[in-house]
């Protein structure tokens, strides 16, 4: 029959086969016409650094847990024709598929919302003035009508129905910009200084090393499917906190001096395992590299976290707990075998003090280190905006600036490049669209995640809350240093409640016995990022979420009123009072204590 096929034909099928043979092989499966079960096959490809990892954990007696038995029945990426047919037909996903959509940025949000959520990449957090437009123009005909700026410099667009699925993913990609592996367990939007090369005080521009980090994710797919999520952060030692201490990887911009046996100047230290909603902050490794090394050393890191990271247990799979069952000297060993050499070690006695941070500079008018340029920062209601407001701030950006948009973690964006001759002008666009350059100390140190409303996790209303809180404090005090209060719905802590000076975590509140419940929150005090960072202490659980805006009252009044000095931070005074005495000052009964 052989005899039928041209030499083309037959050597199509050749190829055909052969594909066939070597993705059996890669997953353990008997080759075509063999005789039965195979015997142990060395898994081959981009996946099998994931498959070898895998067969180690069930070899040592250990179960997968069922989002690996779903990678390893079927790569995320290899079902794109079935998404594309759910969406043919207006269908949702079912578990699987849900968990396999979120390696496309797609996220089924049921039972809060029967939608999609589109979580993009948005490297360093800068857009263009063309993106930002045709973001909004998606999210009017694809989905609610908003978007959200998130706490990683990112835009998620919400409401979205199954029928819009695949004109979001590829409609974002016709932009120039992708949502690939931006959920699920891969490596998450990569962050960097918002004001990156126009900050005055920043020592390197984090721009290129983001961008590089971006694309090195994007096009090697054995980086995507890790034990866990990963993040990884890039401080350029500007004036806007980056929060890279909350990171998996932080790399911070250094200045070293002479003395210190390596050639003085600018340097990255390295700080490991940051997971705010574990409880833990990135530490220093004392390991410090050059800006250019910083990909090939973040891919080492990766590579030893996807070998040994925990297939089992979720809830101990993220980097974090390698470190803790490690120790970080075996680990930067194992760091080491895989890029092939040493990794450099620095005294910090000879690292210069890093630049000040302030607190309030992504909001309001503040001078770049270009000559008679400026970039504001514009307050967003919890990271809110509309697709009109979106539209109206691309104008602006396109005709008064220089045509960036900024998000930062902060939820909210930067307008560069507006000249000193047109600031009042924008400033009077800015308002004009209902949006506003000011915002109080409160507002300016407010954040909040996605809550009940849309997401199926959260036990409470986060983003209501917070702006009753809002409302209630700022007409009865005016607060006169910075302040930040986060309020995040769930343990997955997006909006990172363990490092505000002020943190609530949603919890359901019972009213009675026959199991009736209402919206509440655990209360979490004095925790810090930056040079302040800190893990917030644990003072009281379920108070209701109507009694949360005279809680938060009543702590910064007792502050304000009882405060060493005008110079006291809140984390100042919360350190030196006990738990009884802070909640004493909150109004809340004794022993409430988490």
Known sequence: ???????????????????????????????????????????????????????????????????????????????????????????????????????????????????????????????????????????????????????????????????????????????????????????????????????????????????????????DRSLYGLPRKFNVAFDGGGIIPVLEETNDIGFQAVLVGDGAGVEAGLWMRLALGGISGHRDLARPTGVYCRPDECTRIADAIVRVFIENGNRTDRNKSRLKYVLDSWGFDKFLDAVEEKLGKPLMRIDDAFIAPRPAFDRQAHIGVHRQRQDGLNWIGISLPVGRITCAQMRALTAIAREDGDGDIRLTVWQNLLLSGVPDGKLDHVKARIEACGLDWRATTLRAGLVACTGSRGCKFAAADTKGTAMAIADHVDARLTIDRPVNVHLTGCHHSCAQHYIGDIGFIGARVPLNEDGDTVDGFDLVLGGGFADQAKIGRAIATKIRAEDCPRTVEALLEAWMKQRDSTDETFQAFTARHSDDELRAFAGLPAGSSA
């Open 1 to 219: 029959m052989s005899g039928d096929f041209s030499t083309d034909q037959k050597r199509y099928l050749e190829g055909f086969v052969s594909g066939l043979q070597s993705a059996r092989t890669a997953r353990g499966l008997a080759p075509i016409g063999g005789t039965g079960v195979a015997g142990p096959a060395e898994p081959t490809g981009p996946d099998a650094i994931h498959l070898k990892a895998q067969d180690r954990t069930v070899a040592a007696g250990g179960k997968l847990a069922e989002q690996e038995k779903w990678k390893r029945t079927e790569h995320p990426f290899d079902a794109y024709p079935r998404l594309r047919d759910q969406a043919a037909q207006s269908q949702y996903p079912k578990p699987d598929d849900n968990f396999r959509w979120r390696y496309y940025g797609l996220f089924y949000v049921a039972p809060a919302q029967n939608s999609y959520m589109a979580r993009l990449r948005i490297p360093n957090g800068i857009l263009k003035a063309f993106q930002f437009e045709g973001l909004a123009d998606l999210a009017e005909r694809c989905g609610g009508g908003f978007t959200d700026v998130t706490t990683r410099a990112n835009l998620q667009i919400r409401e979205i129905t199954a029928d819009h699925a695949i004109h979001i993913v590829e409609g974002v990609q016709e932009l120039g910009l992708t949502a690939r592996g931006s959920g699920a367990d891969n490596i998450r939007n990569v962050t960097g200084s918002p004001t990156a090369g126009i900050d005055p005080h920043e020592l390197i521009d984090t721009r290129e090393m983001a961008r590089e980090w971006h694309y090195h994710i994007l096009n």
